[in-house]
T-cell receptor
Framework: QQPVQSPQAVILREGEDAVINCSSS?????VHWYRQKHGEAPVFLMI?????EQMRHEKISASFNEKKQQSSLYLTASQLSYSGTYFC?????????????FGKGTHLIIQP | DSGVTQTPKHLITATGQRVTLRCSPR?????VYWYQQSLDQGLQFLIQ???????AKGNILERFSAQQFPDLHSELNLSSLELGDSALYFC?????????????FGPGTRLTVL
């Protein structure tokens, strides 16, 4: 089952903050966040594990709420380079035999 | 640069034809994943290999097949191509076939079926 990402799109001014959510109706094992610029490969940002801690990469951080089966990506003091489409990829089992199921993406536009 | 390489970068072919996409994983990675990205379906998992063996199957059509060779490079074969197969095809690799390992994506092959 495909995770649901919200919002579908966000337009921000440089320096503003944003939150992107990724929700699943099925119990999550891990959540992987990627950023993709048009026509390029998805670039890995971070992994959130079931029972794990909040992760941080520069001014981007993420959390995993096991009770809600939801992960949130927080972009603080956004920069122009943050523009792109953000995808969450989810894994549901710990058996080592599973590709990621990706949400439809959140389009983020940062304006100067 | 993720360290994953894919060839060719672009491929234009006609309906009914067969093509082969190639992927070399990052040095040290044993697991390879194939994904298809299209406007209507989004980013979809096709198939996973680990150390030469098929590990998991996703939404892969019967007209598509893949394999991983002893040197760990992988090929995705698409046959009897249809217009709807036009998409970006990504290969990703990870060290282990684990849901906690990072998957690094290659630059992709853009397939256009005319």
């Amino acid at each position: 089952q495909q995770p649901v990402q919200s919002p579908q799109a966000v337009i921000l001014r440089e320096g503003e903050d944003a939150v992107i959510n990724c929700s699943s109706s099925k119990a999550l094992y891990s959540v992987h966040w990627y950023r993709q610029k048009h026509g390029e490969a998805p670039v890995f940002l971070m992994i959130l594990l079931k029972g794990g801690e909040q992760m941080r990469h520069e001014k981007i951080s993420a959390s995993f709420n096991e009770k809600k089966q939801q992960s949130s990506l927080y972009l603080t003091a956004s920069q122009l380079s943050y523009s792109g489409t953000y995808f969450c990829g989810t894994a549901y089992s710990g058996g080592g035999a599973d590709g990621l199921t990706f949400g439809k993406g959140t389009h983020l536009i940062i304006q100067p | 640069d993720s360290g994953v390489t894919q060839t060719p970068k672009h491929l234009i072919t006609a309906t009914g034809q067969r093509v082969t996409l190639r992927c070399s994983p990052r040095s040290g990675d044993l697991s390879v994943y194939w994904y298809q990205q299209s406007l209507d379906q989004g980013l979809q998992f096709l198939i996973q290999y680990y150390n030469g063996e098929e590990r998991a199957k996703g939404n892969i059509l019967e007209r598509f097949s893949a394999q991983q060779f002893p040197d760990l490079h992988s090929e995705l074969n698409l046959s009897s191509l249809e217009l709807g197969d036009s998409a970006l095809y990504f290969c990703a690799s990870s060290m282990n076939p684990s849901e906690t390992d990072t998957q690094y994506f290659g630059p992709g092959t853009r397939l256009t079926v005319l």
